[in-house]
Structure formats: C-alpha cells, structure tokens
C-alpha cells in the first residue's frame, strides 16, 4: 500500500507554466509505477503521463511537448512540469501509483491522492 501526496499546482496564465509534486510514502519495498490523471469538469477522467520505476515515460497526445514527467529525489516521487499552458489544461490533476508489471496512461491504477487544482486563464 502506498500513500499519496500531492503539492504543486494553483493558477496561470495561457502559455506559462506551473510544477506539481507527489510524494509516495509506503512500508513496503514495491516498485511502482506513477503518474499524473486530470478531470475537468463535465469531462472523463484523462491520463497525462506515467513514469515507471525503471524511467520508461509514456504522455498523452495533448501534452506531448509540453509536459515533462520525472522521478524525485525521493523514492516514490515524481513531478510533472507543465509548460505553454493553455486553458484546455484546467482540471484536477491526480498522482497515482501502482505496484503492477503495466504503466500506461490507459490502465486503472490502483493508488490515488487527494488531487490538486491547475486552473489556467486565457
């Protein structure tokens, strides 16, 4: 089991940049894969990007180029920073982890954190 903890996000204008954090506190030894999901109002949950223990990285079309998702200083931490910015990008974006051989932005995840708001302003 894993839990999970989110900082980072807030406000910005189209076309700057923002920085989310997560933390992954756990008792166990497992190597888990990561990510980032966002849901914006209305609309179905979106994978954003994903990060595996071993560093292989897989994003969603929407943020290729973008978004860049990477492992912390700690063990089970990653960030994802997010440049050029634009509206379409408002959402709550959730941290995940789970301890599977798959990491895919289209798998079900088994852990989640609270979410943070990223609410960017044309």
């Known amino acids: 089991q894993i839990q999970l903890a989110e900082s980072g996000g807030g406000s910005a204008q189209s076309g700057g940049s923002l920085r989310l954090s997560c933390v992954g506190s756990?008792?166990?030894?497992?190597?888990?894969?990561m990510g980032w999901f966002r849901q914006a109002p209305g609309k179905e949950r979106e994978g954003v990007a994903v990060?595996?223990?071993?560093?292989?990285?897989m994003y969603a079309d929407s943020v290729k180029g973008r978004f860049t998702i990477s492992h912390g200083n700690a063990k089970n931490s990653i960030d994802l920073q997010m440049n050029n910015l634009n509206p379409e990008d408002t959402a709550m974006y959730y941290c995940?982890?789970?301890?599977?051989?798959?990491?895919?932005?289209?798998?079900?995840?088994?852990?989640w954190g609270q979410g943070t708001q990223v609410t960017v302003s044309s």
């Open positions: 990060i595996d223990f071993d560093g292989s990285i």
């Open positions: 756990t008792t166990t030894s497992s190597s888990y894969c």
């Open positions: 995940t982890a789970d301890p599977g051989w798959e990491c895919s932005t289209s798998m079900v995840f088994d852990y």
